[in-house]
């Protein structure tokens, strides 16, 4: 079945370097959303691409969809310890409207102060 | 107001027990689902509610069976505990996806999650 692949797996970063997680399709999505999940809590959403090659941005978060729309990433510049969580990437299969979200298994960010 | 509720937040049982989980969400939505984290924190979904109707049902054993009595609730019921059955587990809702309007993404609400141990 479809799978959306996600690297890396961990990243552990200094305060202040930025991080990049990417997302990999199988095939090709009608949409990618990004959710944050803090230790403890429970995913929030974030963002959703929809355009070939759209690149969208939220203060020191740049999220990016293939022009393919079958990868996306997402960047965070200066991190700070706020940004200690897991991300996702969760893609969704064109045709048809109740397609469902297929979560890559996302990046868990440490940032050490 | 918690936009999507889920009851217990913790759940420790032994093998063999039957438990439920329960989940309400305010929000309008009229698609709910349930979806299982494990300790690697996959979220893999289950199930998935459209205005009563199961759309999804994803390889999950028999034992879990879903319940919706009206769109606002979807409620999870597993048989027979396993210890495999350890995890969290996330209700969701969303708008239907595909559903007409621009602020329509489809995003999923999330409850706060139900940690189910099995000794």
């Known amino acids: 079945g479809q799978q959306v692949m996600q690297i890396p797996q961990y990243q552990h970063v200094q305060e202040g370097e930025d991080f990049t997680t990417y997302c990999n399709s199988s095939t090709t999505l009608s949409n990618i959303q990004w959710y944050k999940q803090r230790p403890g809590g429970h995913p929030v959403f974030l963002i959703q691409l929809v355009k070939s090659g759209e690149v969208k941005k939220q203060k020191r978060l740049t999220f990016q969809f293939g022009e393919a729309k079958k990868n996306s990433s997402l960047h965070i510049t200066a991190t700070q310890t706020t940004d200690v969580g897991t991300y996702f990437c969760a893609g969704r299969r064109p045709g048809g409207s109740q397609g469902n979200l297929i979560f890559g298994k996302g990046t868990k960010l440490s940032v050490k102060p | ?119």
Not at chain 2, 9 to 17: A, C, D, I, R, S
């Open chain 2, 1 to 119: 107001d918690t936009a999507v509720s889920q009851t217990p937040k913790y759940l420790v049982t032994q093998m063999g027990n039957d438990k439920s989980i329960k989940c309400e969400q305010n929000l309008g939505h009229d698609t709910m689902y349930w979806y299982k984290q494990d300790s690697k924190k996959f979220l893999k979904i289950m199930f998935s509610y459209n205005n009563k109707e199961l759309i999804i049902n994803e390889t999950v054993p028999n034992r879990f069976s879903p319940k919706s009595p009206d769109k606002a609730h979807l409620n999870l019921h597993i048989n027979s505990l396993e210890l495999g059955d350890s995890a969290v587990y996330f209700c969701a809702s969303s708008l239907r996806p595909g559903l007409a309007g621009l602020s329509n993404t489809g995003e999923l609400f999330f409850g706060e999650g139900s940690r189910l141990t099995v000794l």
